[in-house]
């Protein structure tokens, strides 16, 4: 008798005591609580969370830019009006400074694309020693204020500078040839070599992801250099001279340090004309409508800039 009723004392606990599954590993999942719901409902909304960057951006960065605009259509005799405009644009100041910018900001970045792309290839298909230390150091040269490289100029080709004094030293002469420094070349030749590395680093970058078997096919096939380069490299080369070039063009249409310090004083670019008016002469509203104009330049470019890139896929 007891041994018959132990196995129904054993139906009867495994009827009352089910088994809770288990995972993989064994262990037992957690339930989910009637107050997950209601956790999923008190989530913030991405929205409240992108409030704080966009205060802070509108603060720093959009309420100094409508203030100058506000500025540049409020004359000195009050009210809202856009004289200034008017009068600004009917200046030949204005007009030969916006001439003297654009020329300067399309010869740098042809200037930089040239002298950029022999460069970068150079360093990445030409081995010689010290080759990726000189690649490191264009990521340094990027970090250069624009005025170091102004004065590096100036004590090279200056009126007294090395190798003024060399000349004067050799031919007893008074002064020396070298006196473009302070002439528009001197600041084109300034900002292509402050601006090239700019041109080298994504260019560098695009080189080093080119198979160099395609190189070596071309060459075994009896391709000769410039063919390589038109055929194989340069197609490869092209999304980071347009991202490249892009960003030197914006950047010289708003350089100011380079023009400042060579001491050229015939050269008046849109920057320096916005310095001009606004500290030399304080004519605020004439500095604004110049400083509304060159943002307007600016953003359009860079807005080509994204589109271009978009297209060439850089």
Not at 37 to 61: D, E, K, T, Y
Not at 129 to 150: E, M, Y
Request: some cysteine; overall charge positive; hydrophobic content about 50%.
């Amino acid at each position: 008798m007891a041994s018959a009723a132990h196995p129904a004392a054993s139906d009867i606990t495994a009827t009352k005591t089910p088994r809770r599954r288990t995972g993989p590993s064994g262990a037992v999942p957690p339930k989910a609580g009637p107050r997950e719901p209601a956790r999923r409902a008190r989530r913030v909304p991405g929205s409240v969370w992108a409030l704080p960057p966009v205060a802070v951006l509108a603060l720093v960065f959009l309420y100094p830019l409508a203030l100058v605009v506000q500025q540049s259509v409020s004359p000195d005799e009050g009210g809202t009006s856009i004289a200034p405009y008017g009068e600004v644009f009917a200046s030949e100041s204005f007009r030969s400074a916006l001439t003297t910018t654009v020329w300067l900001a399309v010869g740098s970045t042809v200037g930089c694309l040239v002298l950029g792309f022999v460069l970068a290839m150079i360093i990445a298909f030409v081995p010689f020693p010290g080759g990726r230390a000189v690649a490191k150091f264009i990521d340094v040269f990027l970090s250069f204020p624009s005025f170091l490289i102004t004065l590096a100029l100036l004590f090279i080709y200056g009126n007294v500078g090395m190798a003024n004094g060399v000349w004067t030293d050799l031919t007893g002469a008074s002064s020396g040839p070298f006196d473009f420094l302070t002439t528009p070349w001197g600041v084109l030749l300034a900002e292509i070599t402050y601006f090239t590395p700019f041109v080298m680093r994504p260019l560098l970058a695009a080189f080093s992801q080119l198979d160099s078997a395609q190189l070596e096919v071309a060459s075994s096939l009896g391709a000769k250099p410039a063919r390589i380069v038109r055929q194989v490299i340069l197609p490869e080369a092209l999304p980071a001279l347009a991202a490249g070039g892009s960003l030197v063009l914006v950047m010289c249409l708003n350089e100011f340090g380079i023009v400042l310090f060579t001491g050229a004083k015939g050269v008046t670019t849109l920057p320096m004309l916005v310095y001009s008016k606004a500290i030399l002469e304080s004519d605020y509203p004439a500095a604004c409508v110049v400083a509304v104009v060159n943002i307007a330049i600016s953003v359009g470019l860079y807005s080509l800039y994204r589109m271009v890139s978009r297209r060439v896929g850089a």
